[in-house]
């Protein structure tokens, strides 16, 4: 099982990006998913959270700007980016906690991270 992020980039202050993570393999069920990111020189910190049992959750910073969603049937999480800010600029890392088909009968659960995906916004 894997997480494929992709959808970063360059733009401008005011601007908007959308980034999509795609979790694939022998997935039973997931649990959550969720964007991370980690500036530099800063620790990683959550965006938003998607659990599929429960609210959603942004943090506090991107609240009214970001939306986080997913799509089930494809084991997708897509984060839209809108009024995007210089101190938005960041690695952006995909993240799931998910039940891990292992063997006939047999799954274990597993926290995955993506690749991570650099968005930079320019003021």
């Known amino acids: 099982v894997q997480l494929q992020a992709s959808g970063g980039g360059l733009v401008q202050a005011g601007g908007s990006l959308t980034l999509s993570c795609l979790a694939s393999g022998s997935i039973n069920r997931i649990n959550r998913m969720a964007w991370y990111r980690q500036a530099p020189g800063k620790q990683r910190e959550l965006v938003a959270r998607?659990?599929?049992?429960?609210?959603?959750n942004y943090a506090d910073p991107v609240k009214g700007r970001f939306t986080i969603s997913r799509d089930y049937a494809k084991n997708t999480v897509d984060l839209q980016m809108n009024s995007l800010r210089p101190d938005d600029t960041a690695v952006y890392y995909c993240?799931?906690?998910?039940?891990?088909?292992?063997?006939?009968?047999?799954?274990?659960?597993?926290?995955?991270w993506g690749q991570g995906t650099q968005v930079t916004v320019s003021s």
């Open positions: 993240n799931a906690g998910l039940w891990a088909i292992v063997a006939a009968n047999q799954q274990s659960f597993v926290e995955l």
């Open positions: 998607a659990p599929t049992d429960g609210a959603i």
